[in-house]
């Protein structure tokens, strides 16, 4: 076994101690090797204790961009791969945990991950503060920020409790940086019987008791993967007060509800990182044909080293990317619509239809639609916020061109002057009797529906050309293999 001590990201005098405390907990498991990284301006801090109990020093300048820190990184989990050695990589940092999770994704079972916190700290403080935040509210935005999923690793709580409430930010000073700070918040939760524990440090999981997910279905959890624009939402013209930081959530803004819907149904939205994404996927593909596989995960990754100190689940970010292109497949293999499949991996992605992006979004105008929303056209703005997290008049626009995308395509109906956006008859009537292929020809699409134009490249593409409706459901009968 290898430990890796990644140093890189600890305070000023307490490396000494996490070096300890990585060794005390391995020496508990039996032992392994020890490589510490750490700046050249630290090394004094730990030199003595290093030489004294046998730990390897590897050195990294203190100025990286992303990808040289990746490169750093990689450097010595791949020598131990190499030698046959298994890994376990401590760190505070969370863009060394996304490049350890990387390997361990690749090596399953050779690669771990382990964070340095529950190591290192001290006992938790012996009471909370309720000057900083009631034990209520503390416990309430730990329910929301497990959500309805009903699990989440205590590791991963901090960034998603500090996007529904600024005071849970280290940034902020106070309470919140006390040792054990985020044991104490699941601890509250275990006392009010909403949470339970699973496993040890430094791998808990925390997870929903029945009462815990009443508590979510009552009041639904918003999207903690951006929740700057929801929080400061105009008021909801049908439902409650404008919702502010730190706040109860009893009431949720419109937007809020509509995100809220779309994390249920695990669809991001991941509002502008989910359009960044996009744009890499075009960028990608402008130097050649890529594998359909790395593509959407390439991207993802792209978008993640442009902003490292965002605390994003990355890969579900690129799980609810390929979920749209499989909901609506979008990129183009020869002449062919592929969509993300175990068939399909392998397959050379040339480029995407025409306004993909628009198509791609309007999977989710569809699911709030079919989850029973009625959204009218004074909603646009509230529409916008919860795909783009803004209302700026660009973003309205670009909502807009979603929805009429969807009623060019035929898939909505938009009667009346301020009806509610609905799915038409006719669809309804080809999606009881779709299939779900992976792979269809263009070819194919135009026999499904003689009033279908060709899906256009998106690099190169004639204007005018557009994806039609009727390819949105791929029959496996008409040229698609499963």
């Known amino acids: 076994m290898k430990a890796i001590i990644d140093l890189t990201s600890t305070q000023p005098g307490s490396e000494e101690r996490a070096v300890e405390a990585v060794i005390n907990y391995e020496s508990a498991a039996g032992g392994a090797q020890y490589e510490a990284l750490a700046h050249p301006a630290q090394m004094g801090a730990f030199a003595s204790l290093a030489a004294t109990r046998g730990v390897r020093v590897r050195t990294i300048p203190a100025e990286l961009d992303p990808p040289e820190l990746i490169a750093e990184i990689s450097a010595p989990i791949s020598d131990a791969l190499w030698r046959g050695e298994t890994v376990r990589v401590y760190s505070y940092s969370y863009a060394v945990k996304g490049v350890t999770e990387a390997w361990q994704a690749r090596y399953e079972g050779c690669v771990w991950y382990a964070p340095l916190a529950p190591l290192t700290r001290s006992a938790p403080a012996a009471r909370w503060d309720g000057t900083f935040m009631s034990e209520e509210d503390a416990v309430e935005a730990l329910v929301r920020a497990i959500g309805a999923s009903g699990e989440q690793d205590q590791v991963d709580l901090r960034p998603l409790l500090q996007r529904l409430d600024q005071r849970f930010d280290k940034r902020s000073g106070g309470f919140a940086t006390s040792p054990g700070f985020i044991s104490r918040v699941v601890g509250l939760g275990v006392k009010q019987g909403l949470v339970f524990t699973v496993g040890e440090h430094p791998r808990v999981t925390v997870k929903l008791t029945e009462a815990g997910h009443k508590l979510v279905e009552a009041a639904p959890p918003r999207d903690v993967e951006d929740l700057a624009e929801p929080a400061a939402s105009p008021p909801d013209r049908r439902g409650g007060p404008q919702i502010g930081p730190g706040e109860s959530v009893r009431q949720q803004s419109r937007s809020d509800r509509f995100v809220t819907a779309l994390r249920q149904a695990h669809l991001g939205p991941f509002m502008d990182v989910r359009t960044k994404v996009y744009e890499e996927i075009d960028h990608a593909l402008e130097s050649g044909p890529k594998p359909l596989r790395s593509l959407v995960r390439n991207a ?94 660009t973003l309205i626009e670009r909502v807009f061109n979603v929805v009429q995308n969807l009623a060019d395509e035929g898939v909505v109906e938009l009667a009346g002057v301020n009806a509610p956006i609905r799915r038409s008859v006719e669809q309804n009537a080809r999606d009881a009797g779709s299939g779900s292929a992976t792979v269809v020809s263009i070819d194919a699409l135009q026999r499904t529906d003689s009033t279908a134009t060709d899906p256009a490249r998106r690099n190169g593409a004639p204007d005018g050309q557009s994806a039609r409706g009727s390819d949105r459901h791929l029959q496996s009968g008409e040229g698609g293999q499963q």
């Open 300 to 393: 993802v990754k792209a978008v993640r080293e442009s902003d490292p100190s965002r605390d994003l689940p990355w890969s579900r970010v690129t799980q609810f990317v390929e979920q749209l292109m499989v909901r609506r497949p979008v990129a183009l293999s020869g002449e062919e619509l592929v969509a993300p499949g175990w068939s399909t991996g392998t397959r050379q992605i040339n480029g995407m239809v025409a306004q993909w992006h628009l198509l791609l979004d309007g999977e989710l105008v569809l699911q709030l639609v079919d989850a029973g929303h009625e959204i009218r056209w004074e909603d646009l703005p509230e529409l916008a916020g919860a795909l783009y997290a803004g209302r700026s008049e």
